[in-house]
């Protein structure tokens, strides 16, 4: 057998991250990305710390890996044509250029239905390719703030902040590969191709279903709430402890009650004000008061495997270095290792889709590409000649224009 996607072409005119992370997760699952690059590359190539200068950029290589790079000037004729006959020969579109601008090169939707029928054409942008705001620009910060989600976050009271990771453009790309693989589904029964418009501010909202539903649904408006959890009970939050902090998750009666056997306070149980969920709701602080001062008796991870053992939910407060560390991961196929020569860090990893397969399972084989690396390798798929490739490869490694 072969993985899910194994024997779908991908053209990837994408840059940055959320397109990226889109071919990444389509990748993973075994088809062939073919990554087309200006003669500057991916500004993610370049970007953060590490091994910025070398067009391995920490980023770059974490969406980026076992993808093909070929480079084109996709505002010459030779370029445009390369890009026609890969088109020919693909499965899935997906690009995330500003509205129109795609079209414009002569390789939008229409374009490349008049090319291959049945193709799947995937448009990522911020804002969508409609509406009043289809030409601003877009950044993860900016979707952010403008979604509410940046006022979902803190304690009550507290200023806007940022999500501490790009959030939307994550679940952007997420949203966009199970569009294109519905997709492909639909035309496994219809032979129809599909034309996906998949926008970064929609994403945010979709996301925050948890919170925009129940306010769609009943107007129930959503405030901050700091580290309480979504049921609100005083019991689902986050608490100190003798070292570090510790987030509960204890919630119907029967948590409640185990809680209460570990910290050895079966008195909280009998204790008139936490008879049920409302009133220890309505007396929330002074629980919390009664069960800080036992966490403040032992480290956090002491009570992490006490309260687990009980059946009571409860996590220690970890930074990521130390989260990603845990043995369990070890387990659950969720790093990949990379051999990526010439690169100086050693110990490479990427991330896994975050799911595992009975057999046949995502993954990905080789390292992220070189700009241009599969140029000439890609040329000679596509029919091109020797002495033809040859002039191509030349032009794109002599100007960063590429072909």
């Not at 020919?88 to 390789?107: Q, Y």
């Not at 939050?237 to 910290?263: H, M, N, P």
């Amino acid at each position: 057998m072969a993985k899910a996607l194994s024997g779908y072409r991908v053209l990837d005119f994408t840059h940055v991250l959320s397109g990226p992370i889109a071919t990444n997760f389509l990748i993973l699952m075994g088809a062939d990305v073919i990554k087309i690059e200006s003669g500057a590359g991916d500004t993610m190539r370049n970007y953060g710390g590490g091994q910025g200068s070398d067009g391995m950029g920490p980023s770059f290589v974490s969406v980026n890996s076992g993808k093909r790079s070929i480079v084109l000037d996709l505002k010459s004729k030779a370029g445009i044509d390369v890009a026609q006959r890969l088109i020919a020969k693909a499965d899935v579109v997906v690009e995330n250029f500003r509205p129109g601008v795609i079209d414009r090169l002569g390789l939008g939707y229409e374009a490349c239905r008049k090319i291959k029928a049945d193709v799947v054409f995937c448009s990522v942008s911020g804002f969508g390719q409609s509406g009043p705001l289809k030409f601003n620009p877009a950044i993860d910060q900016i979707v952010q703030s403008m979604s509410g989600l940046m006022n979902l976050s803190g304690e009550p009271g507290s200023p806007p902040i940022r999500i501490g990771f790009p959030l939307v453009d994550t679940y952007t790309g997420l949203l966009a590969a199970f569009a294109i693989v519905c997709a492909l589904l639909q035309r496994e029964r219809s032979g129809e191709g599909q034309y996906i418009d998949v926008a970064m501010f929609d994403a945010s909202m979709v996301m925050m279903i948890s919170v925009l539903g129940p306010y769609l649904v009943a107007g129930m408006k959503p405030e901050k709430q700091g580290n309480r959890g979504y049921s609100m009970s005083p019991t689902a939050d986050t608490f100190a402890t003798a070292k570090g902090s510790i987030t509960l998750g204890a919630v119907r009666q029967e948590q409640f009650e185990g809680l209460c056997k570990v910290i050895a306070r079966p008195d909280l149980v009998a204790d008139a004000r936490f008879a049920d969920r409302k009133l220890r709701f309505e007396n929330g602080e002074a629980l919390q008061t009664e069960v800080t001062r036992e966490f403040m008796k032992h480290p956090a991870e002491y009570w992490e495997r006490l309260l687990n053992e009980a059946g009571v939910a409860a996590g220690v407060v970890r930074d990521l270095p130390d989260a990603i560390a845990l043995e369990h991961f070890a387990t659950r196929d969720l790093k990949i290792p990379l051999q990526i020569p010439g690169l100086k860090t050693d110990n490479v990893q990427v991330l896994n889709a975050g799911f595992r397969y009975a057999h046949d399972a995502p993954g990905i084989d080789g390292p992220p590409p070189r700009l241009g690396e599969h140029t000439r390798e890609i040329l000679e798929e596509l029919g091109y000649a020797p002495e033809q490739i040859e002039t191509i490869d030349r032009r794109s490694n002599g100007k960063r224009g590429g072909v």
